[in-house]
């Protein structure tokens, strides 16, 4: 039988949302093979390449992703973004969701769903695969079961949400921290009683049961994860608090921070959203956990999400005024050229300068053959007795992800990398004692305390003069190492 809530729930504007939803993942389709793969992009189809539960700085969803996104769809950036566009498509199509659950129109659930779908860092994580795009996914997913939760009082609905949990732990550890901040939320305004259903325990055993081969990969191997965790506090920690603020305001938009700082008022004031406080709360209690961990500004972003849907309701009874919908209309033109033009591969390469002061993962999908083809030049510098024992090494994971695409087509050895997983799937045996081919990045020459005798013979450009982290990286040959590569190894593994 329908309750009362239920019945009084707007219909669903399916037509519209749906159509927004496709109109985003087309554009992004459209796009996702003007520039080429990212770092991360790579370091994925490597690691899908070494199917596990785990690695060590994250679960397993993420690369196997992108190993059937490369099996079924083809090794192009085009092909593997396939899943990062249908993900974006359900995250508009959720954030509708979020509305409608919050008590808005139709007219209003197709604006909270253009304005999602036009947030900076929505449209930065959707257009590529990353561990970041089903997150963001997945953390709204969670938010709208809770809020359905709250809203019917139904304890049936911990089972879904048991299960949103395990898979977004599957994909990426983030999720705990809005389980936490949603529990707390719950305890400090309530409603409480949905903490007394016997449907709770359940949902979290499925939650720990959908998680457990990823749980279980990092608890065999030492939760290498915290050790990620923990350098990415102590590397950027002060950077990421000091950064903090201003991310909030810009990481949707500038312009959306009046939607969602109305939206947060409207659901703290608003006696028809009283069981829908939990929102309110969440969100300050996730900014400070996140500044007390040192934490990126963008895990706040789920949330951000939220506040704004909220504040559609309000926002589509004042554009009843033709002058406010066209200064709306403005706004939103005015953001989508901002947002697309900092997120997304419209610019030319060398039209990058300015971008990437704001999001310096555009320039990180610039140059990876071009660095493939430094280390090619610089491979015939080996003499050809000496090759069966010389060893490609590389300082990220990005260059050797780079290599493992690149560089068998251009005649080089598979590359070796004491960074992230890539420490894991390959060493090198102690009988390759011949040169090493050293691949770092500019100003990082202490990695050649390792080795003997370097000396550079390439250096790369990615031949657009984008600034990136690979740029002017040097392609150093050394004549071997200091110790056998098994003493080494623990010396040359790291993981931030």
Not at 325 to 345: C, D, E, K, S
Not at 381 to 395: G, K, L, N, S
Request: net charge positive; hydrophobic share 50%.
């Amino acid at each position: 039988m329908t309750s009362e809530p239920e019945r009084a729930l707007p219909s669903f504007a399916a037509l519209p949302v749906v159509s927004v939803a496709v109109a985003f993942a087309s554009v992004l389709t459209a796009l996702s093979g003007r520039y080429g793969y990212h770092r991360d992009e790579l370091y994925f189809l490597a690691a899908g390449d070494h199917p596990a539960w785990g690695y060590v700085d994250q679960p397993p969803l993420t690369p196997l992703v992108a190993r059937a996104a490369r099996a079924v769809f083809g090794d192009t950036p085009a092909g593997l973004r396939v899943p990062a566009a249908l993900a974006f498509a359900s995250y508009v199509v959720v954030a509708a969701l979020v509305a409608r659950e919050l008590g808005c129109r139709r007219r209003a659930q197709a604006l909270a769903a253009g304005l999602a779908g036009l947030s900076a860092q929505a449209l930065a994580v959707g257009h590529m695969l990353s561990t970041a795009t089903f997150d963001l996914l997945a953390w709204l997913v969670i938010c709208q079961l809770v809020l359905r939760l709250l809203r019917t009082g139904d304890g049936r609905w911990w089972l879904a949400l048991g299960a949103a949990v395990g898979v977004g732990l599957l994909n990426k550890y983030l999720v705990a921290l809005l389980v936490v901040v949603l529990l707390a939320a719950i305890l400090t305004v309530g409603p409480r009683r949905v903490l007394r259903s016997g449907w709770l325990p359940v949902g979290a055993l499925i939650a720990l049961v959908v998680a457990s081969p990823g749980l279980w990969w990092q608890a065999h191997h030492g939760w290498p994860q915290l050790t990620v965790a923990g350098g990415i506090s102590q590397d950027d920690g002060a950077e990421n608090r000091l950064l903090f603020l201003p991310q909030q305001l810009v990481y949707l938009s500038p312009f959306f921070v009046p939607v969602w700082v109305t939206g947060w008022l409207r659901l703290w004031r608003d006696p028809a959203l009283r069981w829908a406080r939990v929102a309110a709360v969440a969100y300050p209690l996730l900014c400070l956990l996140v500044l007390g961990l040192g934490g990126k500004g963008y895990y706040a972003v789920p949330l951000l999400v939220v506040l704004l849907v909220a504040g559609c309701e309000p926002l589509a009874d004042r554009l009843r005024s033709r002058s406010r919908a066209l200064l709306l209309a403005g706004a939103v033109a005015v953001t989508a050229v901002i947002n697309a033009m900092v997120t997304l591969p419209v610019l030319p390469p060398s039209a990058l300068g300015v971008p990437l002061a704001m999001n310096k993962e555009q320039g990180e999908q610039i140059g990876w053959q071009a660095l493939a083809d430094t280390v090619s030049e610089a491979w015939s510098a080996v003499p050809a007795e000496d090759r069966a024992r010389t060893v490609v090494f590389t300082q990220n994971y990005g260059e050797a992800g780079a290599l493992d695409r690149y560089g068998p087509e251009r005649g080089l050895p598979r590359p070796y990398s004491g960074h992230m997983s890539y420490a894991d799937w390959r060493r090198p045996p102690d009988t390759a004692n011949g040169p090493v081919l050293l691949v770092r990045q500019q100003n990082a020459s202490g990695i050649e305390q390792f080795f003997t005798d370097c000396r550079p013979v390439a250096r790369v450009d990615n031949r657009h003069g984008v600034p990136n982290e690979e740029q002017h990286a040097t392609v150093a040959l050394c004549s071997g190492t200091t110790a056998p590569w098994s003493r080494l190894w623990l010396s040359l593994r790291h993981s931030y």
